[in-house]
């Protein structure tokens, strides 16, 4: 039986400081405050309403950093560094357990599924740094971000996923662990900031870094 495991991408495989960090060094350059700067743009996007309906990574971005002009009474000063935040998310690395417990998984016999609210422009060069090969499944390919069920139902028919055959392994709590419980799969939270959950909701298992899921596959 071919074995499956699902993966969330940001947070969980890939540090995503090197885009807040830009956010802060746009910030710094303008004259405006970089830790609000860097708060105001994880908000605009954590916050599903700017998501529905679907429209790509990129342009999320972009709206995201529109947002930041507005909310600092700016015109054209954080958007014009768009293409600097977009290269800095093509350039986010793995943290430093990751690819070689990835490569540990393959030994295993598991098939690596990438499940990412990015797109293609992105995500490919992201994919790159894990060293591994993965199957990948972006927002752009299902037109939904997670944690709409349709972008879970899509990858759960394509590979026959059930509770078997299949973890989903993820650091979002409220994208990945609750959709993934509302499917009935089992999960691991890569709960990297030991965060408390925010409903009643609880993984299978919680690990703090993603070599501890070794334990449990």
Known sequence: MQKYLTFDCYGTLLQEEGTYDEIEAVAEKIGVDPQLARKLFIQYQDNRDNLHPYIDYSILTRNNLLHLDYKFNLNHQFEK???????????????????????????????????????????????????????????????????????FNTIKNEYGLTPDNHWHIAQGYSSDIIPADKLGWPSIWVNRPNDEPTTNIRPTKMVETLDQILEYL
């Open 81 to 151: 560094y768009y293409i600097n935040v977009l290269a800095a998310q093509r350039a986010l690395e793995p943290f430093s357990e990751v690819v070689d417990t990835l490569g540990e998984l393959i030994n295993r016999g598991y098939k690596l599924i990438l499940m990412s609210n990015s797109s293609w422009d992105i995500i490919d060069a992201n994919a790159k740094s894990l060293e591994v090969p993965v199957d990948i499944w972006t927002a752009e390919d299902v037109h939904s971000y997670k944690p709409d069920l349709h972008f």
